[in-house]
């Protein structure tokens, strides 16, 4: 469990460097990866090691599109090391990007539209449906994956369980603070607050009421319930 993982641990040489996930649930080893690949220089190499298949996946598709020809190792059953080079000038990663770029934006122009500002609604401290716990831990992982986004909503509302999210202890109250810090206006509802006794405890966000939640959900262009 990404909760119970203990600090990942980068350790670094002037031409290679380890990033040591295992114990941590998607996204979290990517995000992890992507930090580090912005920091490193070309031809620098690096190696990540994870203990789930669906990470070491999304780190293989990742590094592909980043033209950095990964490798992958696995050392016994429950360990994969994924080994890569950070391509001369990330001319592959850049043509990638600017392709994907180039497509959005002519579809954008094509439809008369601006880059899309959106907002997220939170109804629940659970994503989807079917197990409670993993649910959370769905919760936590969309957050973070937000913060690394540079299309963040303008806002994050939170209501009813939702607010839940905002409570100390939550998991995700440091996140909601750093994207507090990065200009998304994170809005808790104050009934809800009051019916789950929280207002002494909150840890992030600004308590409000309906009519400004409902205000922005129908001004805003896109809403967004994950």
């Known amino acids: ?7 990942s641990t980068t350790s670094a040489t002037p031409e290679f460097h380890t990033l040591d996930m295992r114990g941590y649930l998607c996204p979290q080893p990517l995000i992890k990866t992507r930090r580090l690949w912005k920091t490193l220089a070309a031809g620098e190499q690096f190696q990540v090691l994870v203990d789930n298949d669906i990470a070491h996946l999304n780190l293989v598709s990742f590094l592909d599109d980043q033209g950095a020809a990964p490798s992958v190792q696995k050392e016994g ?3 994969w090391v994924i080994v890569a080079t950070r391509a001369a000038d990330s001319a592959i990663s850049n043509a990638t ?8 934006t ?17 109804k629940s401290d659970c994503m989807g449906h079917g197990d409670d ?5 769905l919760v936590k992982g969309y957050l973070n994956t937000l ?4 299309n963040k909503p303008s806002a994050i509302i939170l209501y009813n369980g939702g607010a839940l999210v905002a409570n100390q202890g939550s998991g995700s109250e440091a996140t909601l603070k750093a994207l507090e810090e990065d200009g998304v206006d994170v809005i808790v509802c104050g009934a ?4 789950f006794a929280i207002k002494e405890t909150l840890a992030a966000g600004r308590i409000s009421n309906m009519y400004e939640i ?13």
């Open 1 to 7: 469990m990404q909760d119970q993982a203990q600090e």
């Open 133 to 137: 716990d993993l649910g959370r831990l």
């Open 192 to 195: 809800c607050v009051d019916f």
């Open 214 to 226: 409902a205000e922005k959900i129908a001004h805003t262009g896109h809403v967004v319930y994950p």
């Open 97 to 104: 990007v600017m392709t994907k770029q180039t497509a959005n």
């Open 77 to 79: 059953d429950d360990c």
């Open 147 to 150: 913060r690394e986004l540079d």
């Open 106 to 122: 002519t579809l954008s122009i094509a439809l008369g539209q601006q880059p899309a500002s959106y907002i997220v609604v939170l």
